[in-house]
Structure formats: C-alpha cells, structure tokens
Nanobody
Framework: QVQLVESGGGLAQAGGSLRLSCAASGLTSSIIYMGWFRQAPGQEREFVASIVWSNGLVDYGDFVRGRFTFSRDTAKKLGHLQMNELEPEDTAIYYC??????????????????WGRGTQVTVAS
C-alpha cells in the first residue's frame, strides 16, 4: 500500500503561483508513476501531469501550456507541482495519485491505484 498526502493548496490571485506537494509513504518502492489530477465542481476529474518516478520524465495535460512544472524528490518521496500564471479556471481540488504498474495511459485515472484526499486550489480573478 502507498499513502499519499497533498499539501500546498490555498488561495491565489490570477497570475500568481502556488506549489503543491505530494508526500508518499508506505510501499514507495512500488511507485512507477506519480500523477496530479484536478476536479472542479460539477466537472470530471481531469489529468494535470504525470511523472515517471525513476527517471523524471513528465507529461502534461493540454491546458497546462507551460505554466506548471512537475518534479520529484525520490529520496524524500515527494512530488512537487509548481503552478505559475494561475487562472480562475484552475480552481479545483487537486489530487495526487500513484501507480504501481506500467501503463501507456498515465493520463487516465485507471492507471493509478493510490490516491490522496486532495487539496483545494482557489484562484481569484
């Protein structure tokens, strides 16, 4: 089992920045990918970014457009999502996820076995 805890959410102004973190514990040696998803009220959960835990290779959702950077610290078992140029449309609950099996579809929720409880991000216009 892998446990995930998100932190770093809060209120930001449009154009501002926030840095989310995801702390992994438990059987962290099994992590192959870590991902971020978000869900706004009344919307489906949406892919934000994923990272290959071993080599740091990152994939982003189309809406990111260079504004977010996903990194990881394997020694500390942390993933970080640096979000810049925030827009009101980025308002959502952001969830961290971890996968312990290989997948070609790391943008899909089904690829991930473990989920955190989420952290709220609110961007004011």
């Amino acid at each position: 089992q892998v446990q995930l805890v998100e932190s770093g959410g809060g209120l930001a102004q449009a154009g501002g920045s926030l840095r989310l973190s995801c702390a992994a514990s438990g059987l962290t040696s099994s992590i192959i990918y870590m991902g971020w998803f978000r869900q706004a009220p009344g919307q489906e959960r949406e892919f934000v970014a994923s990272i290959v835990w071993s080599n740091g290779l990152v994939d982003y959702g189309d809406f990111v457009r260079g504004r977010f950077t996903f990194s990881r610290d394997t020694a500390k078992k942390l993933g970080h999502l640096q979000m810049n140029e925030l827009e009101p449309e980025d308002t959502a609950i952001y969830y961290c996820a971890a996968a312990n099996s290989r997948s070609l579809l790391t943008s899909r929720r089904e690829a991930y076995a473990y989920w955190g409880r989420g952290t709220q991000v609110t961007v004011a216009s």
